[in-house]
């Protein structure tokens, strides 16, 4: 079965630092991996995904990358902001649907 | 990327009672999915729902007490029912697979609170 697990849980950091999340997962059968992030008492927004070919996924300050042999991901945010606080959840895809971690909350302080 | 809207947003309920949440999406899926969000928690899969097809439940989750149905391309709806306290959480529809996309896209979410 399954299983994601993310580090940290939480993470408190000031505006303008570059910090990394992390993601593992116990099987490496993967078809991709997707970072998203959830708002509070919100639903979830998609922020990456990557496919299990590929090693790495950009999109503006966020970059996520892929070790799908030793299942492990990391979601790098440079040059934080008070905007990007909020809880990051990954999740893997292989022959069921969607498995989540239980997320690293992220605060970003001004 | 999908728009997906959900309702009700929020409700109270009442121990006992049911409640029917509505999904709808702005392109045709063939899979939609049904998550809950516990307090604390991370999402867990209830289940896929396929048009013209009988809903399949994770493990954990039966039909009599999540029928779900799904009577079309754009639509879905979970029925929390007999609900109690237990049941209180974030229900959430998600579907992929649009513009031949794998990228999962996620409805608002409906907050359920059980007295």
């Known amino acids: 079965k399954q299983e994601v697990t993310q580090i940290p849980a939480a993470l408190s950091v000031p505006e303008g630092e570059n910090l990394v999340l992390n993601c593992s997962f116990t099987d490496s059968a993967i078809y991709n991996l997707q970072w998203f992030r959830q708002d509070p008492g919100k639903g979830l927004t998609s922020l990456l995904l990557?496919?299990?070919?590929?090693r790495e996924q950009t999109s503006g300050r966020l970059n996520a990358s892929l070790d799908k042999s030793s299942g492990r991901s990391t979601l790098y945010i440079a040059a934080s902001q008070p905007g990007d606080s909020a809880t990051y959840l990954c999740a893997v895809r292989g022959n069921t649907p969607l498995v989540f971690g239980k997320g690293t909350r992220l605060s970003v302080i001004a | 990327s999908a728009v997906i809207s959900q309702k009700p947003s929020r409700d109270i309920c009442q121990r006992g009672t049911s409640l029917t949440i509505q999904c709808q999406v702005d392109?045709?899926?063939?899979?939609m999915f049904w998550y809950r969000q516990q307090p604390g928690q991370s999402l867990t899969l209830i289940a896929t729902?396929?048009?013209?097809?009988?809903?399949?439940?994770e493990s954990g989750f039966v039909i009599d007490k999540f029928p779900i149905s799904r009577p079309n391309l754009t639509f879905s709806t979970l029925t929390v029912s007999n609900m109690s306290p237990e049941d209180s959480s974030i229900y959430l529809c998600s579907v992929d697979g649009i513009a031949a996309s794998d990228t999962q896209y996620f409805g608002p979410g409906t907050r359920l609170t059980v007295l």
């Open positions: 729902a396929n048009q013209g097809s009988e809903a399949t439940y």
């Open positions: 990557i496919q299990s070919s590929q």
């Open positions: 392109s045709q899926v063939t899979m």
